[in-house]
């Protein structure tokens, strides 16, 4: 087999398993919270601390990847995130379960963090689309069979939830063997860069202390110590700014943003993020809370999304290699918004096949957006900057799933006394008695946030330059990868 098939192949398995494991938890929920008798604000770090985790090491994994090496860090997150995945099956309690999430989702940012710089170095600049395109089906096929896991492994006997992370072991241990025997590194690590200690700490510190206060207010009533927590995270987050200006070898290379296809690029991924990352969880909790349906039902009925997601992956990172990624991300982006509006219109008496419309938009537009959009992001920079490219784009699509997952909740909350809340979140029978009125106006606030965020990013999207500055950016990758020096494109027609 070709190297850079063999480097698609294992990438491919371990996006698809990261994913899997998101979309899996988002299901059993609810039977995790009946099971260990766990709170609703648990039960949401059960699934918001996994991609903390990856938002806070993204960058920092991506930074290490070019300086020690990307297939070295990369191939250590199958090992951790192998591990993680056994802890989390053992675990007795919330917190046990919280904690053994974090250690899973960093092995999940080792894989994720040089995932496409690994593929971009693989492959060649007029095939880098359709390498991505396919990476991001088996992403969404991890998202599709993960929701139908979820039920089925949830109803395991003896076993129940456990087994949607005892799932991972056997495939984590052969990827990892595979990982270690077959990949090796295509570009040269930069030994002589330092690390950047404080932005790391100044990020981790500013997201998580945001979010917590976010949390903690909505669940108990926004106090003043919620606030606190707040305006230190936010406070934190700028200093990270300031930080990453003044520094010779920053994690978040500021001076990026300066080439307008890159920031466009990466400022519409986050804004995309923002929109579609509390889909599936508010989708989810309507269909097993007012709708009382069990978790299969819930997962088999979300399926049309990522299925829509899954078609459009390859064929549009197809046709972005050909005619440029600039269009067709801007339109997948206004589908998008355009289904987002749709769903804030759904009742508890809305009939499935009217959900099946805004449904299918929105993964159409989801898939016309993101392989294209990665594939200009990478093809943006030169080879010696993919791993902290990488790990920006990522860390900000974490960050806009984060913040999208926390607004949710926070608007959830706060519509609803917290006994609703719990029995909803737990799809206990117990809400066939309540008046979910309050919670069906959440979600249609929720929905309007995400059309607005979607709409938001096609300016970015817009604004990045055509096709004739990607050909520019491919020919510099072709002089500096031939090694002879040449600037980053900043942009232009």
């Not at 919280?98 to 170095?121: E, K, M, P």
């Not at 998580?208 to 936010?234: C, E, H, K, R, S």
């Not at 929720?446 to 300016?459: E, K, P, Q, R, T």
């Amino acid at each position: 087999m070709e190297y850079k098939n063999i480097v698609l192949f294992n990438v491919t398995i371990g996006s698809f398993m990261a994913v899997f494991d998101s979309n899996v938890v988002v299901i059993s929920l609810p039977t995790i919270v009946n099971d260990l008798k766990t709170s609703t604000f648990d039960a949401l770090w059960v699934l918001m601390g996994y991609i903390l985790v990856l938002a806070v090491l993204l960058l920092a994994i991506g930074r290490l990847g070019d300086v020690y090496g990307r297939v070295r860090l990369y191939n250590l997150g199958f090992a951790v995130f192998t591990v993680g995945s056994l802890l989390c099956a053992v675990a007795l309690n919330g917190l046990m379960l919280v904690i053994f999430r974090l250690v899973q989702g960093a092995g999940a940012a080792l894989l994720f963090a040089n995932s496409a710089a690994i593929l971009t170095d693989a492959f060649p600049p007029n095939e880098r689309g359709k390498a991505i395109g396919t990476n991001q089906v088996a992403g969404t096929a991890g998202s599709v069979l993960g929701l139908i896991a979820g039920g089925i492994l949830t109803a395991t006997p003896v076993i129940g939830w456990r087994a949607i992370f005892l799932v991972n072991v056997p495939i984590g241990v052969f990827a990892t063997v595979w990982a270690y025997g077959e990949l090796h590194e295509l570009s040269t690590p930069l030994r002589g860069e330092k690390l950047d200690p404080l932005g790391n700490l100044t990020f981790a510190g500013g997201l998580t202390l945001f979010l917590l206060g976010l949390t903690l207010g909505a669940l108990a009533g926004f106090d003043i110590g919620d606030y606190g927590l707040m305006l230190v995270g936010l406070l934190l987050l700028v200093a990270f700014v300031l930080v990453e200006r003044r520094i010779t070898n920053p994690m978040m290379d500021i001076s990026l943003f300066k080439n307008r296809m890159f920031a466009g690029g990466i400022l519409s991924n986050f804004l995309a993020a923002l929109a579609r990352g509390a889909v599936s969880l508010v989708l989810v909790f309507y269909f097993q809370g007012p709708l009382h349906l069990d978790a299969l039902t819930a997962g088999v009925l979300l399926i049309p999304f990522s299925v829509a997601f899954v078609a459009l992956g390859p064929v549009s990172g197809y046709l972005s290699d050909r005619y440029g990624a600039r269009g067709l991300a801007t339109v997948g982006l206004v589908i998008s918004g355009i289904a987002f509006l749709w769903f804030a219109t759904i009742t508890v008496t809305t009939p499935y096949s009217q959900l099946l419309i805004p449904m299918v938009l929105a993964g159409i537009g989801s898939g016309m957006f993101v392989a294209p959009n990665i594939a200009s992001i990478m093809n943006s920079v030169p080879p010696t900057r993919r791993g902290i490219a990488s790990g920006m784009s990522s860390t900000l699509v974490s960050a806009g799933v984060l913040l999208s997952l926390g607004v949710s909740f926070a608007i959830m909350a706060t519509s609803v006394p917290l006994p609703v809340l719990q029995s909803i979140f737990a799809g206990l029978p117990g809400g066939q008695a309540v008046d979910v009125g309050p919670f069906m106006n959440a979600i249609h606030e929720i929905f309007i946030i995400m059309g607005i965020a979607s709409f938001a990013a096609v300016l970015p999207s817009s604004l990045r330059g055509g096709r004739f500055v990607e050909a520019r950016v491919q020919a510099q990758d072709k002089l500096i990868t031939s090694g002879r020096e040449a600037p980053v494109v900043s942009g232009g027609e």
